[in-house]
């Protein structure tokens, strides 16, 4: 229950990082919640009717409210419920900075890693892959000596891109057939930041299958190629 004993309830699909990052965000405040899976390829009305501008999960249910869009849905929980570690820090410059990287991991970072792991083009996917490997050395510099990127717990801008990057990131290389982050010594602090990540309990308690996810990578790779393509500047 919310606040006022309000249920929650959030709509989503078990293969999406995005509603990862909202299941993180509940379990970590320590939120009972009902899920509530959608199959996206038959949208339901409810999923339609709660989230009419994007139609997309996840989206989550607070009594009579409608949140959308996986950031706003952690910000909102960090808000709303009171139990648990803060997920935005209380000063300022703090919740200012935790933004930036998580819009950053999610503008950035996240969408320079699609063409430069689906391109077919040599070409073209060698330049997509020195932007990401770009990206990526900046959040590497983020995490120099530092276990999470806002300190010493999980917060705002690690659910951006943590769960991705630790998890999703290895089943896509697999299926792809292309490795972004190569051997062991490439990126020492991402890769530490990422096994700390995984670490969490409310972080394994929310993850899918990985089979399951090969599966499903695997069943759309011929979309992943197509919606990399169309990323490319015209």
Known sequence: ?????????????????????????????????????EDTSNKSDLLLKSNPVHKKVPVLLHGDRAICESLVIVEYVDGAFAGGPPLLPADPYGRAA??????????????????ALWLEDGEARAAAMAVAKGN????????????????DSIGLADIAGAGMLAYWLDVIQ?????????????????????????????????????????????????????????????
């Open 98 to 115: 935790a933004r930036f990287w998580a819009h950053f991991l999610d503008d950035r970072c996240l969408k320079s890693l699609w063409p």
């Open 1 to 37: 229950m919310g606040e006022r004993g309000e249920p929650v309830k959030l709509i989503g699909s078990g293969n999406s990082p995005y509603v990862h990052r909202a299941a993180v965000a509940l379990r970590l405040k320590g939120v009972p919640y009902e899920f509530i899976r």
């Open 136 to 151: 990526l050395a900046m959040v590497e510099e983020q995490l120099k000596e530092k276990r999470f990127l806002g300190g």
């Open 174 to 234: 697999e299926v792809a057939g292309v490795r972004v982050m190569g051997g062991d010594e490439e990126y020492p602090a991402l890769r530490r930041w990422k096994e700390e990540y995984l670490a969490e309990e409310a972080v394994r308690e929310c993850l899918p299958e990985r089979d399951q996810l090969v599966a499903h990578f695997s069943k759309i790779r011929d979309k992943c190629v197509s919606v990399a393509k169309s990323m490319l500047p015209n």
